[in-house]
């Protein structure tokens, strides 16, 4: 079962808390590989870390969870690879989203999702349609996501608007820009976790986490349990956002 009654008890962390996080999940080849596995085993164990950090970001009270499980460079795999993916993400969302509805959760697919089978569309559409009315935890999967994607399709769409003179060139300016990009209407992301022990964010919402925190992890997916998500929020809490600003240490009171 995906998800237990912890989902029924929200539970409050000490502050300052993320209210949005965003997880590059990565390490589950590497994970396979060191146990003598196939690549996909490691998918398959990725899903049960899935289950909990799910489980973990509805219990502790975060308005959303974005998970990049499947960038647009990944298709460059080798093809079994790719079609196993695929098939889990088959899986997932015929076994998956009733408890995730049960819970009270809204579920959100970002990506170019054109690219799917149109079994997989059809998949998609009535997860979403089934969840879509839910106000707890929003739970995003970015599948055949891309940042760079993401903002040139709000560029043609603002381009479009420009063309049938809905908006002239001097209007467009970050917030427009921001209304058509991907989670637009969710909280901002505050946190970017990755596992598996690289430091790059790999195209993964580019716009979206301009002052996100970082926090890289050795630990491969499949091994990234409560405890090491509880770490990553501690180690949140312990730092100062300035969003560009000055903390109130670094300001001079005494200056004229």
Not at 87 to 111: D, M, S
Not at 127 to 136: I, S, V
Not at 138 to 157: E, F, H, T
Request: proline residues 3%; hydrophobic residues 40%; aromatic residues 8%.
């Amino acid at each position: 079962m995906l998800l237990q009654n912890a989902y029924q008890t929200a539970c409050s962390f000490p502050a300052p808390r993320p209210r949005h996080v965003a997880i590059i999940m990565d390490g589950n080849g590497r994970w396979a590989k060191n146990k003598c596995k196939m690549r996909v085993c490691g998918h398959k164990a990725g899903v049960k870390s899935v289950r909990r950090a799910v489980s973990f970001a509805a219990k502790h009270g975060l308005d959303a969870l974005t998970l990049y499980a499947f960038s647009s460079e990944n298709w460059r795999r080798p093809a079994t690879e790719v079609t196993a993916l695929l098939e889990l993400f088959v899986w997932a969302l015929r076994h998956e989203v009733k408890n995730l509805h049960e819970n009270n959760i809204c579920l959100h697919i970002i990506g170019d999702t054109s690219q799917f089978s149109t079994s997989l569309q059809d998949h998609i559409t009535r997860a979403e349609a089934l969840t879509a009315k839910n106000d707890g935890l929003k739970l995003n999967i970015a599948a055949n996501y891309g940042g760079r994607w993401d903002i040139i399709q709000s560029v043609r769409q603002l381009a479009r608007q420009v063309q049938e003179g809905l908006l002239q060139p001097e209007q467009l300016n970050e917030e427009l820009l921001n209304s058509c990009i991907c989670l637009n209407t969710q909280s901002p992301i505050d946190l970017v976790i990755r596992t598996g022990g690289n430091h790059r964010i790999s195209n993964f919402l580019l716009w979206q986490t301009a002052y996100a925190e970082l926090y890289f992890t050795d630990i491969l997916w499949p091994d990234f349990d409560e405890l090491a998500f509880e770490t990553a929020l501690e180690e949140f809490a312990r730092r100062e956002r300035r969003f560009g600003g000055l903390s109130p240490v670094d300001i001079d009171v005494t200056a004229s």
